[in-house]
């Protein structure tokens, strides 16, 4: 039956299941929960509750797994009312819950923006004594820093600590990410060079950060120095430190700089995507280079490349501006 279920043959498991049970043989706990396991990964949630309510004190007990296993799937499905109905079913029954199942719900309420109930399971959990994990942490620094609340998320972070929980790469991602996107990319550094001293290995999503911040920052010298400071210590960068540096010297008016990078993800054997040749594109069309941005729509085209209404608009702008009124017409031909 598992081994139907890690094939995603479900329905296959469901009808062996029936047949098991019709001859008289009875199933255990962890054969109903690879069962409920099954279901939700094929987004089948509410097959799995109909199955939960048909098993639980008749075939076999629910328990912790097979309860948070369904809250999570609600959750991922944003039924979160459903969710913490269902964690209140478990309480009710005197089934305790994990720290999974409070993962689980706290990053229900902080998907569709309901942080205050989200900090409420957090202290329930604790109160609880169920011991908050690096995930629980980093859900709801996530949370905090996607709305802009980045001294709050410092705070967090400042629980976490003084709860023995070591921070991983993600939590200072995030808190890097959140400080760019309040326009503080000093704090960004600092919270970088911080990682660093405590000995948490920078990847290539911490750079990428840090480039984009500086970039929108016009610091893309800045910028650049990051990015070799990545080759130097065998960091490969991927696509999107790529796309990021390369519109930051686009709009800084360092084309050929930024040609030189194009050049180097075709050596590498990285994929030049639609956001990429859209910034080289403005940065042509911003230069009056027309005929250049031409040429570059017709080179994405010919490599398989669909341009997007993005493309297209600052192609017909930079046409239009340019006076080349015939060639703005036919750029949808």
């Not at 890690?6 to 109903?32: M, P, R, T």
């Not at 995930?135 to 980045?150: A, H, M, P, R, W």
């Not at 709050?152 to 709860?163: D, F, I, T």
């Not at 405590?198 to 990428?208: D, E, F, I």
Request: glycine share 8%; with cysteine.
């Amino acid at each position: 039956m598992k081994g139907l279920c890690l094939n995603g043959k479900v329905q296959e498991a469901l009808h062996f299941h029936d047949h098991v049970v019709a001859k008289g043989f009875h199933l255990d706990q962890l054969s109903y929960g690879t069962l409920i396991n099954g279901l939700c990964k094929m987004g089948e949630t509410r097959p799995a509750l109909q199955l939960l309510t048909l098993i639980d004190g008749k075939l076999a007990n629910a328990n912790v797994v097979m309860y948070s296993t369904i809250i999570d799937s609600l959750c991922k499905d944003k039924s979160i009312n459903y969710a913490y109905e269902l964690y209140s079913e478990m309480i009710a029954k005197r089934i305790s819950p994990d720290v999974i199942t409070f993962n689980n719900l706290i990053y229900g309420f902080c998907m569709v923006g309901q942080l205050k109930e989200a900090f409420g399971l957090f202290y329930e959990m604790v109160l609880k004594n169920i011991n908050p994990d690096v995930y629980t942490f980093n859900i709801l620094v996530d949370s905090l820093c996607k709305e802009g609340k980045v001294k709050e998320a410092m705070n967090v972070l400042a629980m976490m600590m003084k709860k023995g929980v070591k921070p991983s790469v993600v939590t200072y991602n995030t808190l890097m990410g959140g400080y760019c996107l309040v326009n503080q990319v000093n704090k960004a550094i600092k919270i970088f060079n911080t990682m660093v001293h405590k000995g948490v290995v920078p990847n290539v999503q911490c750079y990428s950060i840090i480039i984009n911040g500086l970039c929108k920052n016009k610091m893309v010298d800045e910028a650049m120095n990051l990015f070799k400071e990545m080759h130097n210590k065998m960091i490969v960068p991927d696509v999107v430190t790529y796309s990021t540096i390369i519109d930051g010297l686009c709009k800084s008016g360092k084309i050929s700089c930024a040609w030189e990078l194009v050049d180097e993800m075709h050596r590498i054997g990285l994929q030049v995507d639609v956001i990429t040749y859209s910034s080289l594109l403005h940065a042509l069309c911003k230069k009056n280079h027309l005929d250049q941005a031409i040429a570059l729509v017709k080179k994405m085209t010919g490599q398989g490349i669909r341009p997007d209404i993005f493309t297209y608009t600052i192609l017909i702008d930079g046409l239009c501006k340019g006076g080349r009124l015939k060639n703005a017409q036919g750029a949808f031909v």
